[in-house]
């Protein structure tokens, strides 16, 4: 079974402090890596994207991936409220997407 | 900016009806995907359709679900005899050659 793990959360960081995701993936085979961004009851959308290893930056949001360690992890710089959200880490091994269960984070003003 | 568009945003219907969800993906699109969330779980894979056909299921997607590209433009879900474990929101995503999926906002289907 493949599998992605995220920490639940809720994950509390106060504004303009870094809020750090981590994900964890089962299928070695996986060669594309996803961060997602669901607000409560709305579609995911597109954060970050990161096919190989090392870091990828885009703004605020940094994505880090070492495929040896099967981890995949999303940094938010100088967080916002309304990062205020649910993360979802999603593995591409062959087409479809797995997801895994999202961590809530929670952005205090 | 393009994007994935869904129809309807909420259905209702009677446990043993069918069911048909509607998606526009991108025009430009050629992999199609439907997921779906149960309240409170994970977004769970059902099918991908590539080049007029299914490419890949998962074990959620059995007889009673099909998929169809009616048209130049459609990509639709159809459940064929609805129970109540149906209730979901149901996303559809396309994407390009070696591209991201994009996600629709999806349809919150209640099955009553």
């Known amino acids: 079974q493949k599998e992605v793990e995220q920490n639940s959360g809720p994950l509390s960081v106060p504004e303009g402090a870094i809020a750090s995701l981590n994900c964890t993936y089962s299928?070695?085979?996986?060669?594309?890596f996803f961060w997602y961004r669901q607000y409560s009851g709305k579609s995911p959308e597109l954060i970050m994207s990161?096919?190989?290893?090392g870091d990828k930056e885009d703004g605020r949001f940094t994505a880090q991936l070492n495929k040896a360690s099967q981890y995949v992890s999303l940094l938010i710089r100088d967080s916002q409220p309304s990062d205020s959200a649910t993360y979802l880490c999603?593995?591409?091994?062959?087409?479809?997407?797995?997801f895994g269960r999202g961590t809530e984070l929670s952005v205090k003003p | 900016e393009p994007e994935v568009t869904q129809t309807p945003s909420h259905q209702v219907t009677q446990m043993g009806q069918e069911v048909i969800l509607r998606c526009v993906p991108i025009?430009?699109?050629?992999?199609f995907y439907w997921y779906r969330q149960i309240l409170g779980q994970k977004v769970e894979f059902l099918v991908s359709?590539?080049?007029?056909?299914?490419?890949?299921k998962s074990e959620i997607f059995d007889d009673q679900f099909s998929v169809e590209r009616p048209d130049g433009s459609n990509f639709t879900l159809k459940i064929r005899s609805t129970k109540l474990e149906d209730s979901a929101m149901y996303f559809c995503?396309?994407?390009?050659?070696?591209?991201?999926?994009?996600f629709g906002d999806g349809t919150r289907l209640s099955i009553l």
């Open positions: 990161i096919y190989s290893n």
């Open positions: 299928d070695r085979g996986s060669q594309s």
């Open positions: 025009s430009n699109h050629l992999y």
């Open positions: 359709f590539y080049n007029n056909e299914i490419s890949e």
């Open positions: 995503a396309s994407s390009g050659q070696g591209q991201p999926q994009h």
């Open positions: 999603a593995v591409n091994p062959a087409g479809k997407l797995i």
